[in-house]
């Protein structure tokens, strides 16, 4: 529900991938980072709308499109409103609908943010697609076999974040640092993408993980609410 390539510089198993010398830090140990400031800087974010958000306080917790069918707080009828649902028939084919999602940044869909603590993450069933959105893997059966692939369980995700974060030029690239290197990937990732090589724009895509917690995310979950007026 957010969206985002294995890239020329990017490490991978220790070796460069490309002749891109200048996407390579200088220094890869300094690229390194702990769990302990991973816990310290994982921000998790929940978006909505002014409406939905006096709707998620009176049920208790944030439903997914297929609860609040189940519990008839929207209508069929509804499913193709996005003021009502953000989840869309591509994710309903999929059976995404059952999922309420979260991302790493806040993604523009309200004027209401809420954080979501980290132990969210150790819920029943909760998992995190490390591929990222699942709108840029529907084209053909091996893009979706990939997304799939890469989805681990939630509670597997600060350990994962600690070995992606080395495989990057720079760390901080997870956490929106603004750095024309990731433009000049985005336009090699494109273009290769073009000629049939993905593992760049894969790469690109994984900077925005995505975070699906199953059937509800209850409000005893919610630690900072952020309405914009």
Request: proline share 3%.
């Amino acid at each position: 529900m957010v969206s985002n390539f294995e890239s020329g510089g990017f490490l991978k198993e220790g070796k460069k991938t490309s002749t891109h010398a200048s996407v390579v830090p200088e220094n890869r140990f300094e690229n390194k980072i702990s769990e302990k400031e991973i816990l310290e800087k994982l921000k998790l974010y929940h978006q909505t709308s002014k409406e939905k958000w006096k709707a998620i306080q009176k049920a208790g917790a944030i439903l997914s499109e297929k609860e609040l069918l189940k519990q008839g707080l929207i209508s069929k009828e509804q499913l193709e409103d996005f003021e009502t649902t953000s989840t869309g028939s591509l994710d309903r084919e999929a059976g995404r609908d059952e999922y309420v999602f979260a991302s790493t940044r806040p993604a523009n869909y309200g004027e209401v943010t809420l954080e979501i603590d980290l132990e969210a993450l150790n819920l029943d069933g909760a998992k995190v697609a490390t591929a990222g959105d699942w709108l840029n893997f529907v084209d053909n059966e091996n893009d979706k076999k990939y997304f799939h692939d890469s989805e681990i369980p939630a509670s597997e995700f600060i350990k994962y974040l600690a070995r992606f974060l080395k495989t990057l030029p720079d760390s901080e690239w997870f956490w929106d640092k603004s750095d024309p290197r990731i433009k000049e990937l985005i336009d090699q990732g494109m273009m290769e993408k073009i000629k049939g090589n993905q593992e760049k724009i894969r790469q690109f895509y994984k900077l925005y993980p995505e975070i699906m917690f199953p059937k509800e995310l209850p409000l005893k979950y919610v630690k900072n609410v952020k309405i914009e007026e």
